[in-house]
């Protein structure tokens, strides 16, 4: 079964310093997401992507955060300068449309941690 | 403003029983649904989702839920609990006039003792 796959698995970084996750949706998947976990709070979502555009952004996307699809294959997440609070599990997601009854398919996460 | 309640951080359950994993909601109009369920180590998987018509969803590994308009829920359940079952259940919301965003719960661990 196609799977949404993240990498790398665990980050560490200092304050600071530019992170970029890699993830790969599904391959016929059009529309893509990103969501964060802070640890012990709620998944939160942070931007959905189609046709080389944001769709959708929420306050936490600030100017920090940039996402690209570079190739025909890879979406990422760059965050220019970590903070303490970027500290979070990072989940990309896929879906194949969109109107709110697509079932996004969850990648493994990167647990991203800033010191 | 939209938001997702379950109001239960832990449910513990013996194989073989009955389990309920709750979720309430509040969104303006009517929803779309979903449970994910997150295993150690491993991505959110998709368990089942409501979408309109039955208000009994059936899902992935013989779980089903329940719609429940006037008490604004979506409890998961299952009739008989597997050891296997034990992981971190999401319920998600997402809005019909504002589709992009899911609105997650803050999750359920699920322990079924053998």
């Known amino acids: 079964e196609p799977e949404v796959t993240q990498t790398p698995s665990h980050q560490v970084t200092q304050m600071g310093q530019e992170v970029i996750l890699r993830c790969v949706p599904i391959?016929?998947?059009?529309?893509f997401y990103w969501y964060r976990q802070i640890l012990g709070q709620k998944v939160e979502f942070l931007v959905s992507?189609?046709?080389?555009?944001?769709?959708?952004k929420s306050e936490i996307f600030d100017d920090q955060f940039s996402v690209e699809r570079p190739d025909g294959s890879n979406f990422t997440l760059k965050i220019r300068s970590t903070k303490l609070e970027d500290s979070a599990m990072y989940f990309c997601a896929s879906s194949d449309q969109t109107g709110g009854q697509e079932t996004q398919y969850f990648g493994p996460g990167t647990r991203l941690l800033v010191l | 403003a939209q938001s997702v309640a379950q109001p239960e951080d832990q449910v513990n359950v013996a194989e073989g029983n009955p389990l309920t994993v709750k979720c309430t909601y509040s969104?303006?109009?009517?929803?779309?649904l979903f449970w994910y369920v997150q295993y150690p180590n491993r991505g959110l998987q998709f368990l089942l989702k409501y979408i309109t018509g039955d208000n009994l969803v059936k899902g992935s590994y013989g779980f089903e839920a329940e719609f429940n308009k006037s008490q604004t829920s979506f409890h998961l359940k299952k009739p008989s609990a597997l050891v296997s079952d034990s992981a971190l259940y999401f319920c998600?919301?997402?809005?019909?006039?504002?589709?992009?965003?899911?609105?997650f719960g803050s999750g359920t661990k699920l322990n079924v003792k053998p």
């Open positions: 391959s016929n998947h059009l529309y």
């Open positions: 998600a919301v997402r809005d019909r006039g504002n589709f992009n965003k899911f609105y």
């Open positions: 992507f189609y046709n080389n555009e944001i769709s959708e």
């Open positions: 969104v303006s109009g009517n929803p779309y």
